[in-house]
């Protein structure tokens, strides 16, 4: 199976800080892919309950004001937990997401584990001859729209335009085998589930 035929689900969040043990996701975007297509878009605010820094606000123009009525991670992990399920996760710095995502679920008391797939790390490897590879740069170098830059569903769609671009450019076959040596396998068994 190709890459882009496999169940994907892009994934890009929103959140307080860098640090997954301590800072909360404010914002949660999710593309679903079937067959190589959209099969559904889903994106939510979520009230991080705790303050967030004004350098974030600034960053990604999401305020306190706006995350005060907008459920809970845990309002939504289990819906969320069935958008993600089955899918590969694939995230512009997939460990960061897939972190924040881990933690989450597990405060929650539900065990998540999943295959992830890393544009960074897809982008260095297919476009070795360039020095950054962070989403900007990747946005700028292969002319992508992305209609809200830091807002998660703006980035999550950016992603998945680069996903496109590079199955254009180095063929389907060699972007699924490329995406295969990148992909990170779960360090949970894959059918775990729900914690009890």
Known sequence: MQLLDAPLAIVDL????????????TEIAVIGIDGGEIS???STLVDPQTAIPPAIQALTGI?????AGAPTFAGLA???YERLAGRVVV?????????????????EGIRYAARTLCTVKLSRRLYPGHARHNLDSLI???GLRCRARHRALGDADAVWQFLRVAAAEHGAAALAET????????????????AA
């Open 78 to 80: 289990r819906e969320l």
């Open 140 to 142: 700028a170098r292969h």
């Open 63 to 67: 305020s306190n004001d706006m995350v």
């Open 40 to 42: 559904g878009e889903w």
């Open 179 to 194: 995406a295969r040596l990148v992909t990170r396998q779960p360090s949970l068994p894959a059918h775990t589930g729900l």
């Open 91 to 107: 995230a512009h710095n997939a460990r960061f997401d897939y972190g924040f995502l881990r933690q989450a679920f597990e405060r």
């Open 14 to 25: 929103e959140t307080t800080g860098a640090n997954a043990s301590w800072d909360r996701i």
